[in-house]
Protein backbone atom coordinates (compact mmCIF):
# COMPACT_ATOMS: atom_id res chain seq x y z
CA UNK A 1 0.00 0.00 0.00
CA UNK A 2 0.76 3.58 -0.78
CA UNK A 3 -0.51 6.58 1.54
CA UNK A 4 -0.15 10.01 -0.26
CA UNK A 5 -1.13 13.14 1.65
CA UNK A 6 -1.47 16.55 -0.56
CA UNK A 7 -0.69 20.14 0.77
CA UNK A 8 0.17 23.87 0.43
CA UNK A 9 -3.07 25.01 -1.59
CA UNK A 10 -4.85 28.41 -0.78
CA UNK A 11 -6.00 31.10 -2.05
CA UNK A 12 -3.99 33.67 -4.03
CA UNK A 13 -4.13 36.55 -6.38
CA UNK A 14 -3.39 36.07 -10.28
CA UNK A 15 0.17 36.19 -10.78
CA UNK A 16 1.33 35.01 -7.45
CA UNK A 17 2.79 31.59 -6.59
CA UNK A 18 2.14 28.59 -4.76
CA UNK A 19 4.29 25.10 -3.58
CA UNK A 20 2.01 21.96 -3.19
CA UNK A 21 3.73 19.35 -1.57
CA UNK A 22 2.76 15.27 -1.55
CA UNK A 23 4.20 13.34 1.05
CA UNK A 24 4.32 9.89 0.72
CA UNK A 25 4.74 6.81 2.44
CA UNK A 26 4.14 2.71 2.90
CA UNK A 27 5.68 1.06 -0.52
CA UNK A 28 7.05 3.62 -1.69
CA UNK A 29 9.74 2.54 -3.85
CA UNK A 30 6.98 0.72 -5.66
CA UNK A 31 5.74 4.01 -7.27
CA UNK A 32 7.10 4.27 -11.52
CA UNK A 33 5.49 7.30 -11.94
CA UNK A 34 4.42 10.53 -9.33
CA UNK A 35 2.77 14.08 -9.51
CA UNK A 36 -0.63 15.97 -10.27
CA UNK A 37 -4.15 16.09 -11.12
CA UNK A 38 -6.35 18.90 -10.87
CA UNK A 39 -10.49 19.18 -10.92
CA UNK A 40 -11.81 22.33 -11.26
CA UNK A 41 -15.59 22.29 -10.08
CA UNK A 42 -18.48 20.74 -13.32
CA UNK A 43 -15.00 19.34 -14.94
CA UNK A 44 -12.86 16.61 -15.34
CA UNK A 45 -9.62 15.57 -13.72
CA UNK A 46 -6.90 16.87 -15.72
CA UNK A 47 -3.38 15.46 -15.65
CA UNK A 48 -0.97 18.61 -14.39
CA UNK A 49 2.70 17.26 -14.45
CA UNK A 50 4.27 13.99 -13.77
CA UNK A 51 7.87 13.02 -12.45
CA UNK A 52 9.44 9.52 -13.70
CA UNK A 53 11.11 7.65 -10.92
CA UNK A 54 13.80 8.45 -13.49
CA UNK A 55 13.18 11.97 -12.94
CA UNK A 56 11.92 12.30 -16.39
CA UNK A 57 8.91 15.47 -16.03
CA UNK A 58 6.06 15.74 -18.18
CA UNK A 59 3.40 18.64 -18.44
CA UNK A 60 0.43 20.00 -19.46
CA UNK A 61 0.61 22.35 -22.52
CA UNK A 62 -1.23 24.59 -20.13
CA UNK A 63 1.10 24.72 -17.35
CA UNK A 64 3.87 24.63 -19.24
CA UNK A 65 6.67 27.23 -18.80
CA UNK A 66 5.04 28.35 -14.94
CA UNK A 67 5.13 24.97 -13.24
CA UNK A 68 7.94 22.81 -12.06
CA UNK A 69 7.65 19.62 -10.76
CA UNK A 70 10.34 17.95 -8.16
CA UNK A 71 11.37 15.14 -5.88
CA UNK A 72 13.07 15.06 -2.82
CA UNK A 73 13.82 11.47 -2.38
CA UNK A 74 15.36 11.51 1.45
CA UNK A 75 11.89 13.02 2.26
CA UNK A 76 9.34 10.87 -0.06
CA UNK A 77 7.88 14.34 -1.22
CA UNK A 78 7.41 15.48 -4.60
CA UNK A 79 6.48 18.98 -5.01
CA UNK A 80 4.83 21.14 -7.51
CA UNK A 81 5.72 25.21 -7.85
CA UNK A 82 3.57 26.85 -9.07
CA UNK A 83 4.27 30.17 -10.25
CA UNK A 84 2.51 33.21 -12.84
CA UNK A 85 -1.14 31.59 -11.52
CA UNK A 86 -4.08 33.03 -13.34
CA UNK A 87 -7.60 32.38 -12.65
CA UNK A 88 -8.36 29.27 -14.57
CA UNK A 89 -5.52 27.26 -12.20
CA UNK A 90 -8.28 27.09 -9.56
CA UNK A 91 -9.15 23.63 -8.95
CA UNK A 92 -8.66 20.25 -5.94
CA UNK A 93 -5.22 19.36 -6.69
CA UNK A 94 -4.77 15.66 -6.46
CA UNK A 95 -1.32 14.21 -5.60
CA UNK A 96 -1.27 10.79 -8.09
CA UNK A 97 1.25 8.04 -7.86
CA UNK A 98 1.20 4.95 -10.05
CA UNK A 99 2.71 1.49 -9.40
CA UNK A 100 2.28 -1.43 -12.03
CA UNK A 101 -0.65 -2.65 -10.77
CA UNK A 102 -2.92 0.45 -9.52
CA UNK A 103 -2.87 4.79 -8.97
CA UNK A 104 -3.11 5.95 -5.57
CA UNK A 105 -4.32 9.38 -4.89
CA UNK A 106 -3.90 11.98 -1.86
CA UNK A 107 -7.24 13.65 -0.40
CA UNK A 108 -6.53 17.24 -2.38
CA UNK A 109 -5.46 20.40 -2.17
CA UNK A 110 -8.07 23.57 -3.20
CA UNK A 111 -5.55 25.74 -4.92
CA UNK A 112 -8.29 29.06 -5.80
CA UNK A 113 -6.71 32.24 -8.32
CA UNK A 114 -8.46 35.16 -7.92
CA UNK A 115 -8.32 37.71 -10.22
Known amino acids: QVQLVDSGGGLVQAGGSLRLSCAAS????????IGWDRQAPGKQRDMVAR???????TYADSVKGRFTISRDNAKNTVYLQMNSLKPEDTAVYYC?????????WGQGTQVTVSS
Open 26 to 33: GRTFSINV
Open 51 to 57: ISSGGTT
Open 96 to 104: KGDTLDRAY
